[in-house]
């Protein structure tokens, strides 16, 4: 298996920045606010080490075999993120606000439903390559899920006014959008196969994640800012009142 | 080639609605409460009322308001559609009080976002039957209910919020019974 430069390098960067991701989840206190994400990239930094020992010492059919039990493990646990940061947004409370549990629930089976169709109909021209065909579909159909149950959490916790804190934000704007390139991505890849641009539009999705771990460091590292409990005016305006109102007290006192 | 034209058009209407729904979150964690405020839209709220406590506090001859006044009384279709707006506001009010009066805050909130579900369904079975009423002859019949419901729904959903802001912020009261 031969590796281009730009490959190595997005792998380089991935590998660093998700090491950098987990030192800062660790040092800052927030894996405990997001233990599913802190276990997903260390799954991630540990299932790089390993391929790239398979890599170095081992054959294609272990490097293959290896890629695709790890494949798996990635999506079970991308798919139990997106639940730590529904659990996060729309159970701010420790139970499901209402009406939360239904939509999301509902909208996301269905989801999950057209990504399997979608996945299971496409037929990507690859007829070098067999097995390129089920990664492709593969990664469709897990791509496809993934950013929609991001876009239906995101859609459900506006519809019901439910805040985000800067935290969960971050994490949620850095994986949607690298889920929303993964789907454009893998579109793309389905319809042109593995003969025609693959390699680049690869390159997309990897700079792509590299920017949003950036982003989340970025935000990660920060503390939450504390809300002023009212703004300046507001202030202003209180005060403006409680002047008013001693005001007029002191004037119905002269009355009486 | 139909299944990529489908498979492109999810693909489009996703990614739209990611960046959509990104935006939307991001703009309402970062309004201002006077922001907030700011979007509430004018409504004959002492119309609804009567409508409301019609419904919910029934006296004698509690079938004498015609449906046609209540249509009237709530604003015709821009009144309920300003209604839903300001729904929509009013739970990001009550979520905004959570930072001075959490454990009652987060409960009020709840029980609006249960009233709000109530509006929501309401406006959307008064807005199907009349766009279908002549497909669903049996559905019109039945707006008078939902016009009902409707406003006992923002009645209860204004009521909760103003009695929110009496013991969480008595100085942000004033305005915000104003505005409502």
Redesign the interface.
Known sequence: MQFSVMEKLIWVSTFSLNAVLVLVLLARGRWRQFPTLTLWLIFLLLRTLVLFVVYLHGSKYWYAHVYWVGASIDFALQLAVVFEIARIVLR??GTW???ARGYFATVGLAGIL?AAV?AR??SPPSPDIAHRVWEIRGNLFTS?VI??L??VM??T??R?????RNHV?AV??GL??W??VM??KT?IQ??LGTRHLYIQVEYIRGVTYVAAVCWMIVQLWRDEPE?Q???S??QE??LA??KRVEYDLRRLDARH | MLVYLLLGLVVAILLAAAIKTQVSALRVDRRSWQELVSGIKQIEVERITSVARDYLEPKEGQISLEPADMWLMLGGREGLRRMRENARVMLLLAAYAQQWNFDESIIVTERMRRDAVHLRRAIRRIEIALTFHKVMRGSATLIPFHLHEAASAYYLMRQRLLALYQTSHAGLYPRLAEVL
């Open positions: 701010p409370t606000v209402h009406d057209v979608f109909w496409v496809l950013c929609e991001f876009v995101t859609f916790a506006n019901l006014g439910l805040a985000w934000m949620g704007q949607t959008a889920s929303a789907v454009a579109a389905s319809f809300r409990p009212i703004s005016d507001l305006y209180i009142l409680h």
